[in-house]
């Protein structure tokens, strides 16, 4: 589980990516500060991009088995 960060009152769409690009999970309609549940994911190295109305930031995600 991750927590998203809190710098933002906004509702964001999350696009969960591979190193490759390849998009892996789409969450929708998340608020700020809420915890994402991650488990179904694999070790690796994954970008999270959260985009909302007035917000975009990308963040690197290490995921260990």
Known sequence: TIQLPTNTDQTVNI???D???K???????????????ISELSGGVYFLSLQ??????????????
């Open 15 to 17: 696009d969960v990516t």
């Open 19 to 21: 190193l490759t690009g």
């Open 23 to 37: 998009m892996i999970k789409r969450y929708q309609s998340i608020d700020s500060g809420q915890s994402l549940d």
């Open 52 to 65: 909302g109305e007035q917000y975009h930031d990308v963040i690197k995600l290490m995921v260990q088995d």
